[in-house]
C-alpha cells in the first residue's frame, strides 16, 4: 500500500480515520470494494495502484463538505497536480459545490487535464451546471472536440447527464459519433452515451445503430449496455437483437 507523504493525503487519511473513530486503519483501506477490484486488476499499474490511499468515497464526501469551507480548501485547489487519487476526487468534490456558475467553471476547465481516470471524471456534475445549460454547452463542445482522454470523457459525460432529456438536439449524439479514439475510457463512454439516449431519445438515435455509423466494438458495446436496460421495452431490445 502507498507510503503516505506529508500532504493533504495524510489529511484525508487521518480525516477518515478520525470521521469513523477507528483504530485500525486497515478497516479504512481494505473495506472498499472498488479499492480492492482496482487493486487486483492486471489492467491498473502499479503505479497507479500505489496513487491510492483507500479512503472510501462517503467518509471523502464529508470531508469535503466540511474542508470546502476552509481557506485551506482554496490553496488546495491551486496546487496542482496531485499525488492522490483521493485528492482528485476531493478536489473535484470541492469545485461542485461552488455556486457561482463563472467561478465553478473556470475551476473545473483548469482541473480538467489532471483527470487520470475514470472514477474521477464520472464524479457528479457541479449542480450550478443545470441553471446554465444554454452557456455550458459551448464549452461542452471544446471539450469533447479535445485530444486529452478524460476532457473527452468529460465533456460526454456532460452531454449525459444534462442534454438527453428537454434540452436535447439532434446535433449532440451527431456530435459524440463523431469522436474517433482508440482510447477505451472514450469509447465505453460513447457507447454509454448512446445506450442511455436509446432510452431517452429512441427514434432519435436508432438510426446510427441501424446504418451503422458507430466503430464496431462502440456499436456493440451501445447494444449491450442498452440490452441491460430496464428504460429499454421488450420490442426495442428485439430490434435491437437484429442489429448486433
Given amino acids: 500500500m502507498t507510503q503516505i507523504s506529508n500532504n493533504y493525503g495524510l489529511v484525508l487519511l487521518e480525516s477518515a480515520i478520525l470521521a469513523n473513530e477507528i483504530e485500525d486503519t486497515k478497516k479504512v483501506i481494505f473495506e472498499q470494494p472498488m479499492l480492492l477490484e482496482a487493486l487486483k486488476s492486471p489492467i491498473v499499474s502499479l503505479a497507479e495502484k500505489e496513487k491510492i490511499i483507500g479512503v472510501r468515497t462517503p467518509i471523502l464526501r464529508k470531508f469535503a463538505k466540511e474542508f470546502a469551507q476552509t481557506k485551506e480548501a482554496q490553496n488546495f485547489l491551486q496546487e496542482l497536480p496531485h499525488q492522490y487519487y483521493e485528492e482528485n476526487n476531493l478536489h473535484l468534490m470541492i469545485v461542485t459545490q461552488i455556486c457561482d456558475y463563472e467561478k465553478c467553471l473556470k475551476e473545473v476547465i483548469q482541473f480538467l487535464p489532471y483527470i487520470d481516470n475514470w472514477a474521477t471524471c464520472d464524479l457528479p456534475l457541479p449542480k450550478c451546471f443545470e441553471k446554465h445549460k444554454a452557456e455550458l454547452i459551448v464549452d461542452v463542445k471544446n471539450w469533447i472536440a479535445s485530444n486529452d482522454t478524460y476532457t473527452i470523457r468529460y465533456g460526454i459525460g456532460v452531454l449525459l447527464r444534462l442534454y438527453l432529456d428537454e434540452d436535447f438536439k439532434d446535433e449532440y449524439p451527431k456530435l459524440v459519433s463523431a469522436v474517433i479514439s ?27 445503430l441501424k446504418d451503422r455509423k458507430l466503430p464496431e466494438w462502440v456499436h456493440r458495446k451501445t447494444i449491450q449496455k442498452a440490452m441491460e436496460s430496464n428504460r429499454i ?11 448486433r
Avoid at 421495452?233 to 442489429?243: F, P, S, V
Fill in 182 to 208: 482508440d482510447e477505451y475510457y472514450v469509447n465505453m463512454m460513447i457507447a454509454w452515451y448512446f445506450a442511455t439516449a436509446l432510452a431517452k431519445q429512441w427514434e432519435a438515435v436508432i438510426g446510427y
Fill in 233 to 243: 421495452t421488450k420490442e426495442q431490445k428485439a430490434e435491437l437483437r437484429g442489429l
